[in-house]
Structure formats: structure tokens, C-alpha cells
């Protein structure tokens, strides 16, 4: 298991064109998820802010750290890092039993406490299934409203154009232009 299950952040819609705005109409999606120490926790947790949810399993964690770390950078430059909550949600459905679960569990603490962040596990597939049904093996992103509605969903690779979009999204969320013409290098996840 890799020892960058949370190099993250987390989400997706099975579609032709995988980056898509959610409907007008959608309601406000919640689930009941763990923390790496096993308390069940609600994502409706995080309403007040818009939410940047990113649901990986172990082998996709790196597969969008270019949008991670756009995002930090961003985030850092504009004064925004507070502006927006990010939950990091790993796939460990494969991992539900004695003793991989909490060699898995171990893994994620781990990576919580290097980047600072809470990593919240899935154990049930519960983020595959519906309203969710975000694909179990890669890098999906979502956004949601401060109220919990899905305004972006992506699952795969995002390339510039990709991120581009969700930055537009983000950017109405906040009220603010989060478009930038280039990304200086940094060392965040």
C-alpha cells in the first residue's frame, strides 16, 4: 500500500465527458463516512463553505497534484486558503478487513499528519453508490456549494483546460476571478 494514499485530495461522473456541471435542480448530497481513528462522520460537517472534495483510491493519489497543487498556490497567493474547505476522501473498500483495515488506517494517520490535513476513509463504498456514484479506481473531484449542491464533477486526469473549469466554478463560489496565467512550483500536496 502506498504511503501516499492522501497526496490527495478527492471525485466523478461516469459520462462521455467527464467534466460536467451538476443539474440546477440537484439537491444538497450527504454521506456518513469514518475518520482514520473509525468515528463515523457526516460530510454535511463541512456546509458554510463551498467544499473541494477529492475521492481517490491508494494507486490515483498523484494523479492530480498538478490541480492540488494549483489549488494550494492559488489559494496561498489570493488569501483564499480559508475560503473553501477541502475534504480528502480515501477509497479503502478493498481494505474492509482484519488485519489490512487497520494497517490501511495507519497509513492514512500517517499522511494526515505530514500534510495537516483530515483524511476521511471510505470502507463501504458508499461514495460509489448512488447519489454519488463516483468511479472506486482513479482521482474524482467535486465541488459543492456551501449548502452541499455538486456544481463540478471529474473523475480521471484533468488537463489544463479541466482545471481551468474547475477554477471557473470555484471562482464564482467565492465570488472572486481564480484564473491564472501560470503556476509557480511549489511542495504542496
Do not use: C
Not at 479503502?92 to 482484519?98: G, N, P, Q, R, Y
Not at 483530515?118 to 473531484?141: A, C, Y
Request: proline content about 7%; glycine content about 6%.
Amino acid at each position: 500500500m502506498t504511503a501516499r494514499l492522501a497526496g490527495l485530495v478527492v471525485v466523478a461522473l461516469l459520462a462521455t465527458r467527464p467534466a460536467l456541471a451538476a443539474s440546477p435542480e440537484a439537491g444538497p448530497m450527504d454521506a456518513s463516512l469514518w475518520d482514520s481513528r473509525g468515528k463515523e462522520v457526516a460530510l454535511s460537517k463541512w456546509r458554510g463553505k463551498p467544499v473541494i472534495l477529492f475521492y481517490e483510491d491508494r494507486h490515483s493519489t498523484t494523479l492530480n497534484s498538478a490541480l492540488k497543487e494549483a489549488l494550494f498556490n492559488r489559494g496561498q497567493q489570493m488569501g483564499l486558503l480559508d475560503a473553501a474547505f477541502v475534504v480528502a476522501v480515501a477509497n479503502l473498500e478493498s481494505f474492509d478487513f482484519f488485519p489490512a483495515r487497520d494497517i490501511a488506517l495507519s497509513h492514512v494517520r500517517d499522511e494526515e499528519k505530514k500534510w495537516n490535513l483530515p483524511i476521511l476513509v471510505d470502507l463501504k463504498g458508499t461514495m460509489s453508490g448512488p447519489p454519488w456514484n463516483l468511479p472506486k479506481k482513479t482521482s474524482s473531484v467535486m465541488l459543492l456549494t456551501p449548502e452541499g449542491k455538486p456544481v463540478f464533477r471529474y473523475s480521471g486526469r484533468m488537463d489544463r483546460e479541466d482545471m481551468d473549469d474547475f477554477f471557473m466554478q470555484l471562482g464564482r463560489l467565492l465570488g472572486r476571478d481564480m484564473a491564472m496565467p501560470s503556476e509557480p512550483s511549489g511542495a504542496h500536496p
